[in-house]
């Protein structure tokens, strides 16, 4: 298995998960997010890069990283950017890496104006709803794709 690293990647406001808006994006912090991504990786003997930022083209920065540091893949929460940036499907789209596009809540129940995702057009899978488990969701499916064996 040549490729073991998965970038994962947060867009704009997710640094405040677990402090504001509980109701809608739980309890989890962003660091248990990671916690939770490297353990789930590291089952598979898979290792994360894991990232947030509030600025998109730091974002299109490191999907373009993840290509140049021959990662095997990408998660990616867009947040307020899913809806807006042809920029960063470009960048998905230039890297030809599975990229998988999680949403802590299901957007499709939300108001209309987040249902329209330029990321999953271009998207390997989508998981929206199981809140923060959709990021371990992600990375198992991932692991399968990659040729990842668990580890016992
Ligand atoms: O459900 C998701 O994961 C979203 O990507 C979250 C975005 C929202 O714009 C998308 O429609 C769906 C918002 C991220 C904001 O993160 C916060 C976290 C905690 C408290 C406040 C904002």
Same mark, same amino acid.
């Given at each position: 298995m040549a490729k073991t690293t998965i970038y994962v990647l947060n867009g704009p406001n997710l640094n405040l998960l677990g402090t504001r808006e509980p109701e809608k994006y &739980? @309890?989890?912090t962003l660091a248990d997010v990671e916690k939770l991504c490297a353990e789930t990786a590291k089952r598979f003997g898979l290792d994360i890069v894991f990232r947030q930022s509030n600025r998109e083209g730091e974002l299109i920065d490191w999907i373009q990283e993840a290509h140049t540091k021959d990662a095997g893949a990408i998660v990616i929460?867009?947040? &307020? #950017?899913?809806?807006?940036?042809i920029a960063i499907m470009d960048a998905l789209l230039a890297v030809k890496l599975p990229a998988i596009e999680v949403h802590i809540t299901n957007i499709h129940t @939300?108001?209309?104006? @987040?249902?329209?995702? #330029?990321i999953s057009k271009v998207a390997k899978a989508v998981i929206a709803?199981? &809140?923060?488990d959709g990021y371990a969701l992600a990375i198992t499916g991932l692991a399968g794709l990659l040729g990842a064996r668990q580890k016992d």
């Open positions: &739980g @309890r989890a929460n867009p947040a &307020g #950017y899913t809806t807006t940036s @939300r108001e209309s104006f @987040r249902h329209n995702s #330029y709803g199981f &809140g923060v």
